[in-house]
């Protein structure tokens, strides 16, 4: 597989920033878009099984003729899946490549113009300049640099908008297109896997480029079964609404399933959004209700669940019943559960997590959570 290079250059970046001076203020995160090979039914899956609404439409009926684009909402997060209207372009070679994947973790900004500035002086890809979109609602400023593979991180400035979301969307309100919703709040984090290799180049990009520092480091010590090992370095912003856990495979007996996803992706890419909710609970059984599958847990995790996280708020039975993980730090404990791939391709998931207190990771489930991905990847004879 061909690893992903960046391009930069290294003789106009300038001297380390100072400590404090935040030279990329990021509100949150914007939206996710996805490039998808049919952007109707995965929009339907999204609404049907994650209990997104389906709130917005831009396609050839609104005067866009190459692609048609679905805007979904759930609390603060916003999906967007985009299809092309032939084998042409950008969008279709992305599809051909990479199957349906994330294209664009977008960055909600004060200043696209600034954002887009100030990284590509420090060695940003430059993707797409400040641009101004107009509609009758105002106007949006919105920019983008490149990240791993073939991912972009689009700067968007809204505070001159009032519209749905973007100008070219139009309101989309179908009643049978109106689920309930399963209680998902907003984005908590964006995982991504580079080749072997790679992790720190990403590390240092994401650090040098957007000033973002390296809150946590998983090694191969923390995470390995007796086939897989990975490497893992948390990368945030400096209010850490912003949070990029960025993997590698490391060295290990056999395929790790980082290398299952480059395989299958053909590169670097997203593995998984992190979505939070203030009852994972409910949330996983309205989601197991509609057909979303979760990695399976053994029993056996729960049998000693409560020496190692000590008192939680939920009953340890229903947990086991619907396979989510606990894991405690010194601010307090999370909950968290995987889904398995959401396409036929092993590679993007979704984890539902709720933090109580808790600001990590969940290390203290990498163990059973990997041991059960390989279960997983043995069954699709990828191990
Ligand atoms: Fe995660």
Known sequence: MEAPTIERDLTTAPDAVAPGDDFLPLNGTDYVEFYVGNAKQAAHFYASAFGFQIAGYKGPETGYRGAASYLLQQ??????MTTPMGPEGP???HIAQHGDGVKDLALWVDDATSAFEETTRRGGIPIREPETLEDEH???????????????????????????????????????????????????????NVA????????????????????????????????????????????????????EPAESKKKSQIDEYLDFYRGAGVQHVA??????????????????????????YYDDLQARVGQIDEPVEELA???????????????????????????VFYEIIQRKGARSFGVGNFQSLFEAIEREQEARGNL
């Open 75 to 80: 609390g603060k997060i916003r999906f967007v």
């Open 91 to 93: 969008i279709a070679e």
């Open 138 to 192: 105002g106007r949006i400023v919105i920019s983008a640099i490149g990240t791993y593979g073939d991912t972009i991180h689009s700067f968007v400035e809204r505070s001159a908008y009032n519209g749905l979301f973007m100008p070219g969307f139009v309101a989309y309100d179908k009643p049978y297109w109106k689920p309930e919703p399963v209680g998902l709040k907003y984005v908590d984090h964006c995982v991504g």
């Open 196 to 247: 072997l290799g790679d992790m720190d180049k990403y590390v240092d990009y994401y650090a040098d480029v957007m000033g973002f520092k390296n809150i946590v480091s998983f090694t191969d010590d923390d995470i390995s079964t007796e086939y897989t090992a990975l490497m893992s370095k948390v990368m945030a912003n400096g209010n850490e609404r912003i949070k990029f856990p960025i993997n």
């Open 275 to 300: 979505m939070e909710t203030d009852d994972i609970l409910l949330t996983v059984n309205k989601l197991r209700d509609r057909g979303v599958d979760f990695l399976y847990v053994p029993t056996t």
């Open 321 to 347: 019943r619907l396979g989510i993980l606990v894991d405690r730090d010194p601010d307090g404990y999370l909950l968290q559960i995987f889904t398995k791939p959401v396409e036929d391709r092993p590679t």
